[in-house]
Nanobody, 120 residues
Framework: QVQLVESGGGLVQAGGSLRLSCAASGRILRINNIDWYRQAPGKQRELVANISSSDSTYYVDFVKGRFTISRDNAKNTVYLQMDSLKPEDTAVYYC??????????????WGQGTQVTVSS
């Protein structure tokens, strides 16, 4: 059974920083692409950043220059460093991992979500 556990959310003032973590556990052969999404109240879930298995990164325009995605393959963990936070960054943040459980089995998995609240 694969499980993704997120941590690091909280309440911060505008201009502050938070670092989110998402750790995968279970029988995992390899973690492929990893995404961070967010969902604000009343809005659809949206992609924030992506990191590939070769460490290539992608950011949506509204977080470029402020957020940094990274991964530690030895720990099966992905991070999202969020700097210069704005009130509009307030949302529940989710990680999503594309997992190879074996040479023949691939599965996607979501974290449980962590609340980020940015006060003005």
């Amino acid at each position: 059974q694969v499980q993704l556990v997120e941590s690091g959310g909280g309440l911060v003032q505008a201009g502050g920083s938070l670092r989110l973590s998402c750790a995968a556990s279970g029988r995992i052969l390899r973690i492929n692409n990893i995404d961070w999404y967010r969902q604000a109240p009343g809005k659809q879930r949206e992609l924030v950043a992506n990191i590939s298995s070769s460490d290539s990164t992608y950011y949506v325009d509204f977080v470029k220059g402020r957020f940094t995605i990274s991964r530690d393959n030895a720990k099966n963990t992905v991070y999202l460093q969020m700097d210069s936070l704005k009130p509009e960054d307030t949302a529940v943040y989710y990680c999503y991992m594309d997992l190879s459980l074996s040479h023949f089995t691939r599965q996607g998995a979501w974290g449980q979500g962590t609340q980020v609240t940015v006060s003005s």
